[in-house]
């Protein structure tokens, strides 16, 4: 069983950067693929950003390519997601998801994750 907890969540201003963090445990986490997800008040869950594990393949949505980057280290058992030039429509609740399909691909629906964390908030305001 893996325990993801989330952190780095926070209220902003348009134009300024968060870093996302995801800790996980209780699994080997170099053997999960990794994503990122976030859902806004009234919205579904949708892909924010995903990783592989084998070769750290990236994926992200067409609304963040350019500004948010999603990372892993293995040594630490964490993944983020940095997030540049926030706007206030990536104000939503974060999720961090894992799941040990993602080897070489990357995982790019919720149905697709096992594990899931609590969420963390991200607000940006105008």
């Known amino acids: 069983q893996v325990q993801l907890v989330e952190s780095g969540g926070g209220l902003v201003q348009a134009g300024d950067s968060l870093r996302l963090s995801c800790a996980a445990s209780g699994g080997t986490f170099r053997y999960y693929g990794m994503g990122w997800f976030r859902q806004a008040p009234g919205r579904g869950r949708e892909f924010v950003a995903g990783?592989?594990?084998?070769?750290?393949?990236?994926s992200y949505a067409e609304s963040v390519k350019g500004r948010f980057t999603i990372s892993r280290d293995n040594a630490k058992n964490t993944v983020y997601l940095q997030m540049n030039s926030l706007k206030p429509e990536d104000t939503a609740v974060y999720y961090c998801?894992?799941?040990?399909?993602?080897?070489?691909?990357?995982?790019?629906?919720?149905?697709?994750?096992?594990?899931w964390g609590q969420g963390t908030q991200v607000t940006v305001s105008s």
């Open positions: 998801a894992a799941d040990p399909a993602g080897l070489l691909n990357v995982l790019t629906t919720s149905r697709e994750y096992a594990y």
């Open positions: 990783i592989s594990t084998i070769v750290g393949s990236t």
